[in-house]
């Protein structure tokens, strides 16, 4: 029963040591692909086998016998393990959203903060995806600060050119 609660004790702190540090059994073998993160021998997959099955085998211990008990407790750590595989598996392959980059702003609706001036520069506020976007601006036209606009080209990551969008209200932007 104590080799089993070691065990257990050993799969806990490697599960532990993988949520505080990372994975820590990448790297340990340089001749053998381990597939970390999400895979088969990852820290998170070997340190659920380890805590199931030892922790299981103790249980089983005092009434099934040793041979029993580490069959109950390998049974426990493949389920667990799987769960493992599996969760890790899927929070690495989840859909994100897109990095918003600068290009993507042509069409969005802004206000002009502050004036621009004829051949000059001024300063937009943005509305991209949920996000105010304080950029400079460039017209083909002198605009007043309150003007809401319409980016038609982004010349860098920090100018557009924008054009009057003729909308009355850009509801508070």
């Known amino acids: 029963m104590a080799a089993f609660l070691v065990v257990g004790g050993i799969g806990l702190a490697l599960l532990l040591v993988a949520l505080l540090f990372g994975e820590v059994l990448d790297g340990l073998l340089p001749h053998v692909e381990l597939e970390g993160g999400g ?7 070997v340190g659920s086998f380890l805590a199931a099955f030892g922790f299981t085998a103790a249980l089983l211990d005092g009434s099934v016998g040793g041979a029993v008990a580490a069959l109950g407790g390998i049974g426990a750590g493949v389920l667990m ?5 599996a969760l890790s598996r899927s929070l690495l392959n989840m859909r994100t959203d897109p990095t918003p980059r600068t290009r993507d702003l042509v069409g969005s609706v802004g206000v ?3 004036g621009v001036p004829d051949h000059g ?4 506020v943005v509305s ?17 600060s309150g003007t809401n ?3 038609v ?7 557009v050119v924008v054009t009057e969008s ?8």
């Open 39 to 45: 895979g088969l021998f990852s820290t998170e997959v």
């Open 153 to 159: 080209d982004v010349t860098s990551p920090t100018s």
């Open 166 to 173: 003729g909308f009355e209200t850009l509801g508070g932007i």
């Open 149 to 151: 606009v319409v980016v």
């Open 121 to 124: 520069l001024g300063e937009v």
């Open 112 to 114: 002009i903060v502050t």
């Open 128 to 144: 991209h995806r949920g996000n105010r976007v304080k950029l400079n601006a460039r017209a083909d036209a002198p605009l007043a």
């Open 81 to 85: 393990a799987a769960g493992a595989l």
